[in-house]
T-cell receptor, first 113, second 114 residues
Framework: DQQVKQNSPSLSVQEGRISILNCDYT??????FLWYKKYPAEGPTFLIS?????DKNEDGRFTVFLNKSAKHLSLHIVPSQPGDSAVYFC????????????FGKGTKLSVKP | DAGVTQSPTHLIKTRGQQVTLRCSPK?????VSWYQQALGQGPQFIFQ???????QRGNFPDRFSGHQFPNYSSELNVNALLLGDSALYLC?????????????FGSGTRLTVV
C-alpha cells in the first residue's frame, strides 16, 4: 500500500508559466516532507523541504505548500524554466517510516520553450 | 569535493548469482543509506548504516545485506539474485542518522538480472 502518492506521472508546462506538482500521503505520523529533482543518469537532488509545523516554505522560484488536514502537499515552480525539466519525487518521513524516506513514484515535468 | 561515489555504474548478473555494490560517502558524512528504485517507481529504503552497524532496515529479505567500513564507505550485497532484483540501487550519505535534509545521493548502480 503506497503511503506517498504522486498521481500525475507527467506534466507539461510552457516556459515562464507556473508548474504545480502534487503529492498525497496517507500516514498521519509523517512530520517532514521533501521534494527531490532527478535528471537521467543522476541521483536525486534535494530541492526543498517542509516540516509539519508549517504550511508553506519558499526558496527562490520554489514553494512547497502543506495541507495537513487533507494530507496533501504541492510544489510550485514560478516561473518554470526548460532546465527544470526532470522527474520530481515527493518524500516523507516521521514516526512510522523508521526515520527514513518514503518516496512517491515521481512526476516527470517537461517545460517547453 | 567529491560527492557520493558508487561503483560499478552498470552490472549484469545471472539469476541465482551474488552481487556486491559499493558506495563512498560524501566527504564528512558518516551515515550511509541504500535505496532500490525499480523502473517507474520511487526509491525504496533498504537499510541504513552508522558507526559500522545496521541501524534501520526496510522491508527487504535477508538476501540483502550490507556492511560499513571504518572509513564510512559501504557495501550492499544481494544473494540468490532474482529477476525482480533488477533495479537502480542508490546510495545516500548524510552527517548523522536523522539528517534527512542533508541526504546526498549518488548516481546509482544499474543492476540487470537475466
Amino acid at each position: 500500500d503506497q503511503q506517498v502518492k504522486q498521481n500525475s506521472p507527467s506534466l507539461s508546462v510552457q516556459e515562464g508559466r507556473i508548474s504545480i506538482l502534487n503529492c498525497d500521503y496517507t500516514n498521519s505520523m509523517f512530520d517532514y516532507f521533501l521534494w527531490y529533482k532527478k535528471y537521467p543518469a543522476e541521483g536525486p537532488t534535494f530541492l526543498i523541504s517542509i516540516s509539519s509545523i508549517k504550511d508553506k516554505n519558499e526558496d527562490g522560484r520554489f514553494t512547497v505548500f502543506l495541507n495537513k488536514s487533507a494530507k496533501h502537499l504541492s510544489l510550485h515552480i514560478v516561473p518554470s524554466q526548460p532546465g527544470d525539466s526532470a522527474v520530481y519525487f515527493c518524500a516523507a518521513s516521521g514516526r512510522g517510516s523508521q526515520g527514513n524516506l518514503i518516496f512517491g513514484k515521481g512526476t516527470k515535468l517537461s517545460v517547453k520553450p | 569535493d567529491a560527492g557520493v561515489t558508487q561503483s560499478p555504474t552498470h552490472l549484469i548478473k545471472t539469476r541465482g548469482q551474488q552481487v556486491t555494490l559499493r558506495c563512498s560517502p560524501k566527504s564528512g558524512h558518516d551515515t550511509v543509506s541504500w535505496y532500490q528504485q525499480a523502473l517507474g517507481q520511487g526509491p525504496q529504503f533498504i537499510f541504513q548504516y552508522y558507526e559500522e552497524e545496521e541501524r534501520q532496515r526496510g522491508n527487504f529479505p535477508d538476501r540483502f545485506s550490507g556492511h560499513q567500513f571504518p572509513n564510512y564507505s559501504s557495501e550492499l550485497n544481494v544473494n540468490a539474485l532474482l529477476l525482480g532484483d533488477s533495479a537502480l540501487y542508490l546510495c545516500a550519505s548524510s552527517l548523522a542518522v536523522d539528517n534527512l535534509r542533508g541526504y546526498t545521493f549518488g548516481s546509482g548502480t544499474r543492476l540487470t538480472v537475466v
